[in-house]
């Protein structure tokens, strides 16, 4: 059972207007506090001053915001990211990406097709029938070596299916560079709380790997669930839900998360170092398990509630250095290997909460290194007789 994690109290919420002009001044407030840290000394060494900034300045104001007013906030945030990548218009994304959606509505999501971003396909020709940047038209499962099934982060209670699109096609990218995979991704547009708490966004991730093994025809042994923060909660949960209660479906090669959130009871202490902070996390535990002490306890809640994380599949889980998060991640990967599982461990010190995935939090170095693990991570447990 989760117990308490801060006596922090909630600010009073705010019409729009004031909300905004609060969350301004609390803004200015954190950068303020984080410039006087930075010239003190005071600040993880190896996070810049403009990556420190970035963080402490959203940091410092998202607690006084309601659900709508922080969604809103997120939404442009993400445009800004999106238009910055060159995917802030409909006609960029479908380039990319087309909504797929199970016949009896049970899940949406999005299918990533590969795209050949290496080499120069002329007209009329094309490099072993693999599609061409811009060219999205595989079938979910098809023209690729793997299929990444993924559930995106924002604590349950935001976020969208492509986000991240900007780091997938990159990934992509990277794995055919430098291992010579093909990658197609699902990602889960799984609905969120509080309008659908839990274990709605268990039951659409599970239900979209259930299609993509049995209507779509994806051999398991290509599948790698996958997911960051509350994404990465979920892509550890779907394999525990095959193992006790679907095990014909076979379990995917392997697991990846970044940054994922265990919901760990463990007291927060308030940081401008990360973009979490505790009062947060008591909000997505609200809205998540509408205070259900049944939903809070159970193991697909959060794997930290399992009895035994054995017998799941081979697992990377990457944490950042200075995110609040650390210590129940941690904990999470100790007791895997504890209980005879394999579980690698990839640390960024000085990093905060999904920072390969925030580009003011990260450094393109990082970022690489990110992908590059991921990648070495997928061509050591990929099945090795792949068409």
């Not at 090669?253 to 009062?279: C, N, Q, R, V």
């Not at 003011?360 to 061509?379: C, M, N, Q, W, Y």
Request: aromatic share 10%; glycine share 10%.
């Amino acid at each position: 059972m989760l117990g308490p994690l801060t006596t922090q109290k909630r600010p009073k919420p705010l019409p729009d207007s004031l909300a905004y002009l609060r969350f301004t001044g609390q803004v200015l407030m954190g950068l303020i506090k984080f410039s006087a840290l930075y010239m003190a000394g005071k600040t993880p060494n190896t996070q810049t001053y403009k990556m420190g900034l970035s963080i402490a300045g959203l940091t410092s104001g998202v607690d006084g915001l309601t659900l709508t007013q922080s969604r809103a906030i997120a939404a442009r945030l993400k445009a800004t990211a999106a238009k910055k990548n060159g995917l802030a218009t409909p006609e960029a994304i479908a380039q990319w990406a087309t909504k797929v959606e199970a016949e009896n509505k049970e899940w949406t999501a999005y299918w990533i097709p590969f795209q050949d971003q290496i080499h120069t396909i002329r007209d009329g020709q094309s490099h072993n029938n693999v599609n061409g940047p811009g060219v999205n038209t595989a079938k979910v499962g098809e023209g690729c070596d793997l299929v990444l099934h993924w559930a995106h982060g924002g604590g349950f209670i935001d976020g969208h299916a492509l986000q991240c699109l900007f780091f997938y096609k990159d990934l992509m990218k990277t794995l055919q560079k430098e291992h010579g995979i093909r990658v197609g991704i699902l990602s889960v547009a799984y609905s969120l709380a509080p309008e659908t708490p839990f274990p709605g966004a268990v039951s659409e991730c599970v239900a979209a790997y259930r299609d993509l093994v049995k209507v779509y025809g994806v051999d398991p042994k290509r599948i790698f669930t996958c997911g960051e923060s509350a994404g990465g909660n979920l892509a550890h949960v779907v394999t525990l839900k095959i193992r006790d209660e679907f095990p014909e479906l076979g379990q995917p090669a392997g697991t990846i998360s970044i940054s994922p959130y265990f919901f760990a009871p463990d007291p927060m202490e308030f940081s401008l170092f990360d973009f979490i902070t505790p009062l947060r996390c008591v909000h997505f535990t609200e809205c998540y398990a509408q205070n259900d002490p049944k939903a809070m306890a159970s193991q697909y809640f959060t794997p930290m509630n399992a009895t035994t994380l054995a017998g799941l599949p081979p697992m990377l889980v990457m944490v950042g250095g200075v995110e609040l998060f650390r210590p129940s991640i941690e904990k999470f990967v100790t007791r895997v290997q504890g209980d005879g599982g394999h579980c690698e461990f990839f640390l960024e010190e000085g990093r905060a909460h999904c920072w390969c995935l925030i580009e003011p939090a990260s450094t393109e170095e990082d970022r690489v290194r990110a992908k590059t693990a991921i990648g070495d991570f997928l061509a050591k447990y990929q099945t090795k007789d792949l068409e």
